[in-house]
Structure formats: structure tokens, C-alpha cells
T-cell receptor
Framework: DAKTTQPTSMDCAEGRAANLPCNHS???????VYWYRQIHSQGPQYIIH???NNETNEMASLIITEDRKSSTLILPHATLRDTAVYYC??????????FGKGTRLHILP | DTGVSQDPRHKITKRGQNVTFRCDPI?????LYWYRQTLGQGPEFLTY????????KSRLLSDRFSAERPKGSFSTLEIQRTEQGDSAMYLC???????????????FGPGTRLTVL
């Protein structure tokens, strides 16, 4: 079973920041937080991952709480192309991915 | 395009027939994963290879399913005596282990959508 809890769906206005929360209260010390997304009819796409420090790349920022029990993925300026299912995953490096149901993010024009 | 290709993209078959799917990973990636995704659900892990060795199989991989990676490059997933419950998207992903690369990111192909009538 997935070790994360995410809202089923969220809406965000185009051009605004999209903040996607994830709870992972049972995360263990050597597990990382990964985010993937899946645009309709495509394979999942890696976004970002982190252990305990906040991370930023060209796609998004990842904010992990100090106790590591929750995190937030931030898409700074959402576009219509960001409409997708976003999966928050807790896993060890080099491991298989256990996906949950994710959050369906709708970007509204 | 991630560099992972899958063939065919769509397959329609009748119940009881055998089907085979192919995955070509990114060329230097020695890890290859198969996942299955049914409508409305996240992908589920089926099996993975490191080079030609199949190192882990999910309990979802019944004895009608077999996966191979004979030369450590492309992989095939065969389903024998297909059932309607096998209808799903079959996804392949490849990666390098963290000891080799700076990232263990799994790169996914576009998937093969199977419909069993």
C-alpha cells in the first residue's frame, strides 16, 4: 500500500502557484519523497525528490517539514499543460515505485 | 519523449489469446521495470530487471505472465490466455542505479494499452 495521503483533486488558476500537499507520517529515516506526474494517456514523468532539505529545480519546488511527516509540491506559475495527476511517493533509492491514487490537478483558464 | 519506447501502443485481443509487448529502455540504463495501470488507479509494480536478471516479481504477476530481458537491453512482457481483467495500460520504465549515476530517476515509456474483448 502507498505510504502517502493526498487530496483527490485540486483546482488552481492559470498563472498562480499550485501547492499540492502530501502526508507521509510513517516515513522512515532513509526514505525519500518523490513526486511524479501523469498527463492524460502518457507515462508518469519525474518532477523532483528530496530527503529532508527543500529542493528546487526547473519544474517545481519541494518543501519538506522538519519532522518529515508531510511535504508540499509547488508549481510556481501553473499553466494549462500542468493539468495532470500528481503522485507523492515515499521510497528508498533504487527501489520500485508504489503509486497511490495521486491528486488530480485542474488548471483553470 | 523520455527515450523509453514501447511497442505496440495499443493492442486489442480476444479473451484466451496470447499477447506480447516490447520495451526498449534508454540505452545505458541497466534497470528496467514493468508496471500495470487500470482505469482511475495509479500504476502498480509488476517486475524489474537489473541487466538480464529478473530480481523481483509482484504477486500480481500470475503464472500467465512472463517477462524476459535476454541480453540486458530490450524486454518483453507476455500474457498467455488473456482475460478481460488483463485490460490495462502496461508501462515500462528504466533507470540507472544510484551507485552509477547521480540520480535513480525512473524514466517511463508511453505505455501499451491492452483491451481484452
Amino acid at each position: 500500500d502507498a505510504k502517502t495521503t493526498q487530496p483527490t483533486s485540486m483546482d488552481c488558476a492559470e498563472g498562480r502557484a499550485a501547492n499540492l500537499p502530501c502526508n507521509h507520517s510513517t516515513i522512515s529515516g532513509n526514505e525519500y519523497v518523490y513526486w511524479y506526474r501523469q498527463i492524460h494517456s502518457q507515462g508518469p514523468q519525474y518532477i523532483i525528490h528530496g530527503l529532508k532539505n527543500n529542493e528546487t529545480n526547473e519544474m517545481a519546488s519541494l518543501i519538506i517539514t522538519e519532522d518529515r511527516k508531510s511535504s508540499t509540491l509547488i508549481l510556481p506559475h501553473a499553466t494549462l499543460r500542468d493539468t495532470a495527476v500528481y503522485y507523492c511517493i515515499v521510497m528508498n533509492r533504487d527501489d520500485k515505485i508504489i503509486f497511490g491514487k495521486g491528486t488530480r490537478l485542474h488548471i483553470l483558464p | 519523449d523520455t527515450g523509453v519506447s514501447q511497442d505496440p501502443r495499443h493492442k486489442i485481443t480476444k479473451r484466451g489469446q496470447n499477447v506480447t509487448f516490447r520495451c526498449d529502455p534508454i540505452s545505458e540504463h541497466n534497470r528496467l521495470y514493468w508496471y500495470r495501470q487500470t482505469l482511475g488507479q495509479g500504476p502498480e509494480f509488476l517486475t524489474y530487471f537489473q541487466n538480464e536478471a529478473q530480481l523481483e516479481k509482484s504477486r500480481l504477476l500470475s503464472d500467465r505472465f512472463s517477462a524476459e530481458r535476454p541480453k540486458g537491453s530490450f524486454s518483453t512482457l507476455e500474457i498467455q490466455r488473456t482475460e478481460q481483467g488483463d485490460s490495462a495500460m502496461y508501462l515500462c520504465a528504466s533507470s540507472l542505479p544510484i551507485q552509477v549515476a547521480s540520480t535513480d530517476t525512473q524514466y517511463f515509456g508511453p505505455g501499451t494499452r491492452l483491451t481484452v474483448l
